[in-house]
């Protein structure tokens, strides 16, 4: 601009001059000519292009379903060439905050099979059993159009719309019912993790055509145990998610990390407050409300899923789906169990514990990690469990009696059925609460400490030091992947031997067993521990320890599995809503339950418990000097502290175990 400028004052004084005329003043000041057109050459992109799917065994429809607050939702609609109006077929549905495009595009194929995500047998079973497959985007995500909220709450109030995921449950059954002609009217719905949720949901207030409901690992209760926090504890792993989740609709903006080793990664910021911070997550709503509800406050406790289906009565035959080692939600299926089984006159719940990671019951699944379970247990829940539970429901077929639950004992490894939950055999066995109790000398047993402390034998004493905190598994830590075991899955059934070698860990032992000894149901721990500081965490880890030499598999030889473990946030001892600090060196008892178990510990092995104060940076670590708000605590507010776990007659420590049988 200012070029052009400075030409037209000098053309102006030339002129002025006499030095130009004022045709050639004009002519320059003209535009420019435009340059010479060429022909176009056509796009060879058509305005719209339709696919030849003649040869299909499939037809695919996309579909905006309407919700009634007038939203519509993307919805992919797949209907085997076998189920026709003459012939027709169940739907099973699936709504999901993971694109429904991309989970009914796996592959470029003409084969309902291959195109849908999916696992082995379950992809086989579905795609051949005569069912239409019906995957959504819940509202605000992919190509669905609303707002999105992570766990979108019912109407209440925390959301004061009309609207929430057992609405739109029920709108989207009542449309696909209307206008899927090819359906016998009946409608299963499943799905894992936040789609278990989803499936949940469902069964609030359900739609008549649902007649089954199958929620895998779900996502239940975000502070207690699932996905958020565990016992007040915060998942700062999950930024990554809650990040790629909400940030944009399309889950297309990822996470940005600076190191190689994820230890480090997160120790850099400080606390899970300033990371986030650093990656802009205050922009997000979900964020947000993290930071404004660090307790387990109404928030938390008006949106527990467990509780939500616990006040009204269960019409809809449901399977909930639970894995052992659940490194997600590890909580929520025997939450929903113990809530809604009691209430259950009708005798709709029904419940599979199985020896997977988070969704490995869609794989095939004959070993995790390092540990063999001497069959394909995931072929056998398909098989065996999942397709006559849907047959019979959404089909007719077979006789439709189930056992209440079906549970994988690990140890021996075999399935088990049996008439409820807890259970330790088919006639019912129900567990006997026995303690385990940590002892002087680093030993672990049945009987109580008898001495006084008089020797110096009344604790066992380590550091915790928020500088080092306790990895949860070893170094590098990759980050948040299911690419392979090591990223992410598997670190549940890690070997725990070099948290045993630690210094800032506490270790019992126990001697080794002569006789098997059975555990169903979830192990309680009850520490009597102090801490120099003003607030703690405190991590028990319950652990099946093999013998030194194995000889059908060397590489287990002196193996720590662990078969539950767990943290509990110290602030929390008195209330869980409400934060205070504890007492510096007093011993005081912490009770919280570990995960549910459905184990045999083997004779020649021995039971181990080990106590740490940390365990980063699958969680947070707590700066051990209370805070208001740990998510906003400052650098100096993190120190070193004593930490005691007591041993003696007036002061046991003990691990509470489901035993069936004698110990």
């Known amino acids: 601009m200012k070029i052009w400028s400075s030409l037209h004052n000098l053309l102006a004084v030339l002129f002025l001059v006499g030095c130009i005329s004022a045709p050639a003043f004009a002519q320059a000041l003209a535009p420019a000519a435009p340059p010479p057109q060429y022909p176009g050459l056509p796009s060879e992109t058509p305005a719209a292009i339709r696919q030849h799917t003649e040869g299909f065994d499939f037809e695919r429809r996309e579909v905006m379903i309407p919700m009634r607050d007038g939203v519509k939702l993307f919805t992919e609609v797949l209907v085997p060439r076998q189920v026709t109006k003459a012939t027709p077929g169940p739907m099973l549905l699936t709504r999901t905050p993971y694109s429904a495009k991309d989970l009914t595009s796996h592959a470029n194929s003409s084969h309902l099979g291959t195109t849908l995500f999916g696992y082995d047998n379950e992809v086989e079973l579905m795609s051949q059993g005569g069912y239409i497959r019906v995957v959504q985007d819940v509202r605000g995500k992919y190509g669905s159009e609303g707002d999105y909220v992570m766990n979108r709450p019912l109407h209440g109030p925390l959301n004061p719309t009309p609207v929430d995921h057992a609405t739109d449950t029920y709108d989207t059954?009542?449309?696909?019912?209307?206008?899927?002609?090819?359906?016998?009217?009946?409608?299963?719905?499943?799905?894992?993790?936040?789609?278990?949720?989803?499936?949940?949901?469902?069964?609030?207030?359900?739609?008549?055509?649902?007649?089954?409901?199958?929620?895998?690992?779900?996502?239940?209760?975000?502070?207690?145990?699932?996905?958020?926090?565990?016992?007040?504890?915060?998942?700062?792993?999950?930024?990554?998610?809650?990040?790629?989740?909400?940030?944009?609709?399309?889950?297309?903006?990822?996470?940005?990390?600076?190191?190689?080793?994820?230890?480090?990664?997160?120790?850099?910021?400080?606390?899970?407050?300033?990371?986030?911070?650093?990656?802009?997550?205050?922009?997000?709503?979900?964020?947000?409300?993290?930071?404004?509800?660090?307790?387990?406050?109404?928030?938390?406790?008006?949106?527990?899923?467990?509780?939500?289906?616990?006040?009204?009565?269960?019409?809809?035959?449901?399977?909930?789906?639970?894995?052992?080692?659940?490194?997600?939600?590890?909580?929520?299926?025997?939450?929903?169990?113990?809530?809604?089984?009691?209430?259950?006159?009708?005798?709709?719940?029904?419940?599979?514990?199985?020896?997977?990671?988070?969704?490995?019951?869609?794989?095939?699944?004959?070993?995790?990690?390092?540990?063999?379970?001497?069959?394909?247990?995931?072929?056998?829940?398909?098989?065996?469990?999942?397709?006559?539970?849907?047959?019979?429901?959404?089909?007719?077929?077979?006789?439709?009696?189930?056992?209440?639950?079906?549970?994988?004992?690990?140890?021996?490894?075999r399935w088990q059925t049996l008439p409820g939950w807890p259970a330790g055999c088919a006639a019912g066995c129900a567990p006997k609460p026995t303690p385990l109790y940590l002892q002087p000398g680093a030993k672990l047993g049945f009987s109580a400490p008898t001495g006084s402390g008089d020797r110096g034998d009344e604790f066992v004493e380590y550091v915790s030091d928020p500088a080092k905190p306790v990895p949860y598994r070893h170094r590098p830590i990759s980050g948040v992947g299911y690419d392979a075991c090591q990223a992410w899955p598997c670190w549940l059934v890690d070997d725990q031997r070099e948290a045993s070698g630690r210094t800032d860990v506490a270790t019992f032992t126990s001697e080794v067993l002569t006789q098997p000894l059975k555990i169903s149901g979830q192990p309680i721990a009850n520490l009597i521990a102090s801490t120099s500081g003003t607030d703690s965490d405190w991590v028990v880890k319950l652990i099946d320890l093999y013998p030194d030499e194995v000889a059908k598999d060397a590489a287990l030889g002196g193996y720590q599995l662990a078969v539950a473990m767990d943290i509990f946030r110290g602030r929390y001892r008195e209330s869980l809503a409400e934060a205070k600090a504890i007492a510096p060196n007093q011993p005081l008892l912490y009770q919280f339950a570990l995960p549910t178990t459905n184990h045999v510990f083997l004779p020649g092995h021995r039971i181990m418990v080990q106590v740490q104060s940390s365990w980063f940076p699958l969680y947070d670590r707590n700066p051990q000097t209370f805070v208001p708000n740990i998510f906003l605590a400052k650098p100096e507010d993190f120190r070193k502290a004593t930490q005691r776990v007591y041993h003696t007659a007036g002061k046991a420590s003990f691990v509470e175990l489901p035993v069936v049988g004698k110990p």
Not at 177 to 198: A, H
Not at 316 to 326: A, E, Q, Y
Not at 357 to 385: C, K, M, P, V
């Open 173 to 413: 059954i009542d449309w696909l019912v209307k206008n899927v002609p090819e359906s016998n009217g009946r409608v299963g719905i499943l799905g894992i993790s936040y789609d278990g949720f989803t499936a949940l949901m469902g069964l609030v207030n359900p739609h008549p055509a649902l007649k089954v409901s199958v929620p895998m690992n779900p996502m239940v209760d975000g502070w207690r145990g699932d996905d958020w926090f565990h016992n007040g504890a915060f998942r700062e792993t999950n930024l990554v998610y809650i990040w790629e989740q909400e940030a944009t609709r399309a889950g297309d903006s990822k996470w940005w990390t600076s190191h190689h080793d994820d230890y480090d990664e997160y120790m850099a910021p400080g606390t899970a407050g300033e990371l986030a911070h650093r990656h802009g997550e205050e922009q997000l709503g979900f964020w947000q409300k993290l930071l404004a509800h660090p307790a387990y406050d109404e928030f938390w406790q008006e949106q527990a899923v467990d509780q939500i289906l616990a006040k009204q009565p269960l019409t809809v035959p449901t399977l909930l789906v639970h894995s052992l080692w659940d490194q997600e939600d590890i909580y929520g299926a025997p939450a929903v169990w113990s809530a809604v089984k009691p209430k259950d006159a009708s005798g709709n719940l029904h419940m599979v514990l199985g020896p997977w990671h988070h969704g490995q019951e869609r794989a095939s699944a004959e070993s995790l990690g390092a540990i063999r379970f001497g069959s394909d247990t995931g072929e056998y829940f398909q098989r065996q469990i999942l397709q006559p539970f849907l047959d019979h429901y959404l089909k007719d077929e077979g006789d439709g009696k189930f056992p209440a639950v079906w549970a994988f004992e690990t140890g021996t490894n």
